[in-house]
């Protein structure tokens, strides 16, 4: 991750640890990351201060940090190869998020519909500064990096094109500073996966529908039962369509674990009944997960280990996002 001697293209990518890493998350984004970091220079955050936009529970916050970066390790990020720090740790995160927000319109951060959602769904009561603020720190998370890409789904598409907005109106204002980040867009295969007992809708952390969330630290046998309760269908064809959507998403999460292509998966199971299939896809999600559960259990039993992981990568961030936080302050007229 030396700066002076990558030509790579760098990567930015977040996520935040409210409710515990799913299925989902590793299907459609974890395992990507750990691909990505063989072709770019990847720079992978815990982000805990985004969690505290929403209620949340300290001493959950405390442990979920610790587990998803067991859990980054655990699925095959290299420290050795790609940074990978906690969000906090590196203060120009929050420094460089009050100088966007000074350069940030509120017409423009009140468009953002994630915030409208949320803050429906919370209520007046519920609502932080935090949670309107959100996209300006997911800015400064990215320009900090002069990030090229950052991998995101539809939902966060509108928080990017901020980013760019930003960044844009700041090199114009000031002088270039920042690099203007482009989504990356992977494997369109990658398939979105959805909740076993609801499968129209997204598969989530902090879904109400547990039973049909699989966390990926879920013992083998919760694992059988959540996918042995697996809503399906009334007729007995293992097939992918759209009018089948409790079997189409079992088979995009087969195809996802095994590699093998949903028509290959289709042709496997024809002429089985849905509880056959059921079990051969707990099995093969449990297999999958059954080395990353273990190392997940070496790293977090080793604390002094994980700490010092965090706490190189953290320096590592550091370096970079001073130089950044740096030219940001001088031509906004602080005297540094
Ligand atoms: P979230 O847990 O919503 O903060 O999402 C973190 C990342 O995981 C994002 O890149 C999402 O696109 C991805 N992700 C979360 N849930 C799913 C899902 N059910 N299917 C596919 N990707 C998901």
């Keep these: 991750m030396e700066e002076s001697i990558t030509q790579r ?36 955050t815990v982000a805990d201060m ?58 423009e951060a009140s468009r953002m519909t994630q915030f409208k959602d949320k803050s429906k769904k919370a209520g007046k009561s519920g609502i932080n500064v935090g949670l309107f603020d959100y996209p300006v720190l997911m800015a400064s998370d990215i ?66 529908s547990v039973g049909g969330v699989i966390f990926l630290l879920d013992q083998p046998d919760v694992i059988m039962k959540k996918f042995s309760r697996a809503v399906t269908d009334s007729e007995c064809e293992i097939k992918a369509s759209a009018s089948k959507p409790g079997i189409t998403n079992l088979l995009g999460i087969y195809s996802a674990v095994t590699g093998k292509t ?7 199971f024809a002429g089985r009944d849905y509880a056959y299939f059921k079990k051969a896809v707990g099995e093969a999600v449990v297999e999958h997960l059954r080395p990353i559960q273990s190392e997940y259990k070496r790293y977090i039993s080793d604390k002094a280990t994980l700490e010092k992981i965090m706490k190189d990568g953290a320096d590592k961030a550091s370096y970079i996002a001073r130089k950044t936080l740096s030219k940001v302050y001088r031509k906004v007229g602080f005297v540094i």
Excluded at 30 to 44: A, G, P, R
Excluded at 55 to 61: K, M, N, S, T
Excluded at 86 to 101: G, Y
Aim: aromatic residues 8%; proline residues 4%; neutral net charge.
């Design 9 to 44: 293209k760098r990567v930015y990518s977040a996520l935040k640890p409210t409710g515990d890493l799913q299925l989902g998350n590793y299907i459609g984004a974890l395992k990507n990351m750990v691909k990505l970091q063989e072709d770019y220079d990847c720079i992978y």
């Design 50 to 107: 985004h969690s505290i936009t929403v209620d949340c529970v300290p001493a959950e916050l405390r442990k979920r940090t610790y587990d998803f970066m067991a859990l980054f390790l655990a699925i095959g990020l290299d420290p050795e190869k790609t940074l990978l720090f906690v969000q906090s740790h590196v203060s120009a995160h929050a420094e460089l998020t009050w100088v966007l927000n000074c350069n940030t319109m509120m017409g």
């Design 143 to 208: 320009l900090l990096y002069q990030a090229d890409l950052v991998p995101v789904g539809k939902d966060q598409l509108q928080h990017l094109e901020l980013a760019r907005n930003i960044a844009e109106r700041f090199n114009n204002r000031y002088s270039a500073t920042f690099t203007l980040p482009e989504p990356y867009v992977g494997n369109k295969a990658t398939s979105k996966i959805f909740n076993l007992l609801d499968p129209k809708s997204k598969m989530g952390k902090t879904d109400d």
């Design 262 to 268: 949903v028509a290959a998966a289709e042709k496997e």
